[in-house]
């Protein structure tokens, strides 16, 4: 009997222990579905460095930056990725959520089209049909986009296109213009060749910082150094991905075999660091 109490007691010291050592869990929703550009977050959580700060992350995958700005400004999760002008525009409508930390310094906004459909640039984006998910960030911000190409904010109408079958409307014609991260300009390029036409939106002068980690405001207020100490091992992760991004592509597809990685897309991660 003893002994039997004894191993009782040890067992609960180490349950007790681990109790105190787990993290506080934690989710982050993407802006989108996962690719390259989100892989530091699956490396460093296959390092263990989230873990070893206390913090048990989990990562959902996301469907526009109007949807992971609102979800986060609910508190439906702690942190998100999401376009920083189109969570400012959330925010304006009583989102509580705060920029943490910018991981594009450019924008990667960017609509493309065929030239064959008679689309030559903005001007002739009138009466056109644009391809993107709802709360897909070119969407909400549209009408900015529309008053700096100089047409008015109706002069189109969106369609709903899911994020893996924007170029395959494009190419049934079921939509002109489709907008999309500059990251994949490559595969659009192999795929349609000189009949692409495309423009990024800093080349009319709309040059707003591109995605960026959000945080529920109350959540940070809450918790300061956990959010602190996710920003310096998310940092820290783009860096070594920036400089080495096989790794990172591992981690990313091993955890997320969906994805649509893409090698390229970690070099804008750079200006994040």
Request: proline fraction near 4%; aromatic fraction near 10%; include cysteine.
């Amino acid at each position: 009997m003893k002994i039997l109490g004894i191993a009782a007691t040890a067992f609960a010291l180490v349950a007790s222990t681990a109790v105190g050592h787990a993290g506080q869990s934690v989710s982050l929703i993407l802006n989108w579905t996962p690719a390259a550009d989100h892989s530091p977050f699956y490396y460093a959580k296959a390092q263990g460095w989230y873990e070893k700060a206390g913090i048990d992350l989990s990562i959902e995958v996301g469907k526009g930056s109007g949807v992971s700005s609102l979800k986060v400004g609910s508190g439906g999760a702690p942190f998100g990725i999401s376009d920083l002008a189109t969570m400012l525009v959330a925010r304006s409508k009583g989102a509580d959520a705060v920029a943490l930390m910018s991981i594009y310094a450019n924008t990667g906004q960017t609509f493309y089209w065929l030239k064959s459909y008679g689309v030559n640039g903005p001007k002739d984006f009138v009466g056109r049909k644009i391809g993107n998910p709802p709360g897909d960030a070119s969407r909400v911000m549209w009408p900015a986009f529309a008053k700096a190409a100089g047409i008015a904010p109706d002069a189109v109408s969106f369609v709903n296109v899911g994020p893996t079958a924007k170029s395959a409307a494009l190419k049934t014609r079921t939509v002109e213009i489709i907008s999309d991260f500059y990251n994949s300009h490559d595969l659009k390029l192999r795929e349609f060749g000189s009949d692409l036409g495309s423009l990024n939106w800093k080349d009319i002068g709309l040059n707003a910082y591109g995605n960026s980690l959000i945080v529920n405001g109350a959540f940070l207020q809450k918790n300061p150094k956990l959010s602190e100490d996710f920003v310096r091992i998310t940092q820290k992760a783009y860096a070594a991905c920036v400089a080495d991004f096989e790794p990172c592509l591992k981690a990313l597809l091993d955890r997320s075999p969906a994805s649509t990685a893409r090698s390229n897309c970690c070099s804008g991660a750079a200006s994040s660091i």
